[in-house]
T-cell receptor
Framework: NAGVTQTPKFRVLKTGQSMTLLCAQDMNHEYMYWYRQDPGMGLRLIHYSVGEGTTAKGEVPDGYNVSRLKKQNFLLGLESAAPSQTSVYFC??????????FGSGTRLTVV | KQEVTQIPAALSVPEGENLVLNCSFTDSAIYNLQWFRQDPGKGLTSLLLIQSSQREQTSGRLNASLDKSSGRSTLYIAASQPGDSATYLCAVSGVDSSYKLIFGSGTRLLVRP
């Protein structure tokens, strides 16, 4: 099925641990995004990519890194997890300005 | 800096009522505006996309309007049903080349049977 797949769906980390969230899309979209959603708030942009090999910072990039080595994959890394990074993370891909598709999210808890 | 505000934050209505959700944005230089639906614990589903040159879009019982000059959009839901209960998010993309979305905090809608 075409769409955006996020892995894993749930994860519990201890403070200071590292992890990578994977986002994969099979729609040949150029644009990919990582957002986080906290209770009572909308989504905030962490990092984004406008094409293979490119990345850029969004609104809340501190504590995260990303890579886009292949067009279909966009990885989000946490080098040293902190409780403030407890959140639900959403990946999205899009055509040029339209046709956004979101993944189902990764629920991350940092204890 | 673009800011998106949604009013009200929560809304409870009886089944069958027509309702309006509001979205406002501070910078009128937008590429498009989108409305999404989010069910509890789920991802986002795109409902309607309005390009900056358009005034409205319709899909079934949903109608979204855009007044770019005043920085406002409304989502009209006709004959509401309990299945419409969800959080509705408004988002705008700017005119830069990233097409990144700036989201409002959403309106949580409950339609009572």
């Amino acid at each position: 099925n075409a769409g955006v797949t996020q892995t894993p769906k749930f994860r519990v980390l201890k403070t200071g641990q590292s992890m990578t969230l994977l986002c994969a899309q099979d729609m040949n979209h150029e644009y990919m995004y990582w957002y986080r959603q906290d209770p009572g708030m909308g989504l905030r942009l962490i990092h984004y990519s406008v094409g293979e090999g490119t990345t850029a910072k969004g609104e809340v990039p501190d504590g995260y890194n990303v890579s886009r080595l292949k067009k279909q994959n966009f990885l989000l890394g946490l080098e040293s997890a902190a409780p403030s990074q407890t959140s639900v993370y959403f990946c999205a891909s899009s055509l040029q300005g339209g046709g956004y598709t979101f993944g189902s999210g990764t629920r991350l808890t940092v204890v | 800096k673009q800011e998106v505000t949604q009013i009200p934050a929560a809304l409870s209505v009886p089944e069958g009522e027509n309702l309006v959700l509001n979205c406002s944005f501070t910078d009128s230089a937008i590429y498009n505006l989108q409305w999404f639906r989010q069910d509890p614990g789920k991802g986002l589903t795109s409902l309607l996309l309005i390009q900056s040159s358009q005034r409205e879009q319709t899909s079934g019982r949903l109608n979204a309007s855009l007044d770019k000059s005043s920085g406002r959009s409304t989502l009209y839901i006709a004959a509401s049903q309990p299945g419409d209960s969800a959080t509705y998010l408004c988002a705008v993309s700017g005119v830069d080349s990233s097409y990144k979305l700036i989201f409002g905090s959403g309106t949580r809608l409950l339609v009572r049977p």
